[in-house]
């Protein structure tokens, strides 16, 4: 047994060190899961005169997509949610963050425009209260205006089909206010 | 001639010591300046001029950014951070403790929005209960080893290998040995 010990401490720690290589330390569990979606009030990055608010998304499971023109890794995402969008699943909001007017527009007309409306979030302020530390984030939005889940970094075809859409479809089961 | 032969090995590694220090001294002292220098290029937040109306809001700010960490770079705290997020961090830290608010309240603020990873001190919970108490839990396991090794140890020398008939017995038989010595 004694001469079997070095073998089992290598065994559970090389256990141990496996589920650690599985883990994604950039996914910081949201404190938000499960509660109302923080306030917001801004102007929609194609028309500075319309506004968005919270209040919009109610009544309706939605998706909030955290974006930017300079941000790479939204350019990766981009054609997997133009697609959920021409399959109208569900409306997809944008949050504009930390960008500028001209250049977000210029890259909506560029690569096309998925969002139902984008609300324009130029000092990050919104981006701030709704927890966001890495654009691309994606948060699914209940009917009540609940937040019931938060990917971060891009969305895929797999993300999509394995964690969004799932949830998407149970919670449009779901009695709306 | 073994005593000589080391301490010429003594001396010859002394001289290419010297010599590779010799060689070597540029390299150190840049080394030695880097790292007196260390605290000017690891702390981005002391590049920035901050305006405090009270020294002590001064000093809370500066204690608090190092122990909140950045979310971006996840190993370094606001204070060290020169990620953007950590910049908007350190300006709502800065904003709520300048509003007069407490150190809690700045805390509880991020908290709220970014959850317990925030904090380099994690509150004691039901997912970081093995996290504090772990090594409370190593110390008892190792105090354990320890006592119970002592215990053997005690009762093995609690029993003499030899009896008291045995030793009798050897005596007499060392006697007997050494009479037969003599005898030859």
Same mark, same amino acid.
């Given at each position: 047994?004694?001469?079997l010990?070095? %073998?089992?401490?290598?065994?559970? =720690?090389?256990?141990?060190?496996a589920?650690?290589l599985?883990?994604?330390?950039r996914e910081?569990?949201?404190p938000?899961?499960?509660?109302?979606?923080?306030?917001?009030?801004?102007s929609?990055?194609?028309?500075?005169?319309?506004?968005?608010s919270?209040n919009?998304?109610?009544?309706?499971?939605?998706?909030?997509?955290?974006?930017?023109s300079?941000?790479?890794?939204?350019?990766?995402?981009?054609?997997?949610?133009?697609?959920?969008?021409?399959?109208k699943?569900l409306?997809?909001?944008?949050?504009?963050?930390?960008?500028?007017?001209?250049?977000?527009?210029?890259?909506?007309?560029?690569?096309?425009?998925?969002?139902?409306?984008?609300?324009?979030?130029?000092?990050?302020?919104?981006?701030?209260?709704?927890?966001?530390?890495?654009?691309p984030?994606?948060?699914?939005?209940?009917k009540?205006?609940?937040?019931?889940?938060?990917?971060t970094?891009p969305?895929?075809?797999?993300?999509?089909?394995?964690?969004?859409?799932?949830?998407?479809?149970?919670l449009?089961?779901?009695?709306g206010p | 001639?073994?005593?000589q032969?080391?301490?010429?090995?003594v001396?010859?590694a002394v001289r290419?010591?010297?010599?590779?220090?010799?060689?070597?001294?540029p390299t150190?002292?840049? =080394?030695?300046?880097?790292?007196?220098?260390?605290p000017l290029?690891?702390?981005?937040?002391?590049?920035?001029?901050?305006?405090?109306?009270d020294?002590a809001k001064q000093?809370?700010?500066?204690?608090?950014?190092?122990?909140?960490?950045?979310?971006?770079c996840?190993?370094?705290?606001?204070?060290?951070?020169?990620?953007d997020?950590?910049?908007?961090?350190?300006d709502?830290?800065y904003?709520?403790?300048?509003?007069g608010k407490?150190?809690?309240?700045?805390v509880?603020?991020?908290?709220d929005?970014?959850?317990?990873?925030?904090?380099?001190?994690?509150?004691?919970?039901?997912?970081?209960?093995?996290?504090?108490?772990?090594? %409370?839990?190593?110390g008892?396991?190792?105090?354990?080893?320890?006592?119970?090794?002592w215990?053997?140890?005690?009762?093995?020398?609690?029993?003499?290998?030899?009896?008291?008939?045995?030793?009798?017995?050897?005596?007499?038989?060392?006697?007997?040995?050494d009479?037969?010595?003599?005898?030859?």
């Open positions: 047994m004694a001469r010990l070095p %073998l089992v401490i290598f065994i559970v =720690l090389v256990v141990f060190l589920i650690g599985t883990l994604d330390p910081v569990p949201s938000f899961i499960g509660k109302p979606a923080p306030a917001f009030t801004l929609q990055v194609r028309d500075e005169n319309q506004s968005l919270v919009d998304l109610q009544g309706r499971v939605s998706l909030i997509n955290v974006w930017a300079w941000c790479v890794s939204c350019r990766q995402e981009h054609p997997v949610l133009l697609k959920l969008a021409k399959d699943v409306p997809i909001y944008g949050l504009n963050y930390k960008d500028e007017r001209a250049a977000a527009k210029d890259w909506l007309a560029r690569f096309g425009d998925p969002y139902t409306a984008s609300a324009f979030d130029p000092d990050g302020k919104t981006g701030l209260d709704w927890g966001v530390y890495g654009v984030e994606t948060f699914v939005i209940d009540h205006g609940v937040i019931r889940h938060k990917h970094g969305v895929t075809d797999q993300v999509l089909a394995e964690d969004i859409l799932p949830l998407v479809a149970r449009q089961q779901e009695a | 001639m073994t005593v032969r080391s301490a010429s090995n001396g010859y290419t010591f010297r010599q590779m220090v010799r060689t070597a001294y150190l002292l840049i =080394l030695l300046l880097g790292v007196l220098a260390w290029w690891t702390s981005a937040a002391a590049m920035e001029l901050r305006q405090f109306d020294p000093a809370r700010y500066e204690a608090l950014i190092k122990e909140l960490r950045c979310l971006v996840q190993n370094q705290a606001l204070s060290d951070s020169d990620a997020l950590a910049q908007d961090l350190r709502e830290v904003r709520i403790i300048q509003s407490t150190d809690q309240e700045a509880d603020f991020l908290v929005r970014y959850g317990d990873f925030v904090l380099y001190r994690p509150p004691f919970n039901a997912l970081t209960w093995l996290l504090w108490g772990g090594p %409370l839990l190593l008892l396991v190792g105090c354990g080893i320890v006592w119970r090794q215990q053997r140890h005690r009762s093995a020398t609690a029993t003499p290998i030899l009896s008291d008939a045995d030793i009798q017995r050897l005596q007499q038989l060392r006697a007997q040995a009479r037969t010595d003599d005898h030859s």
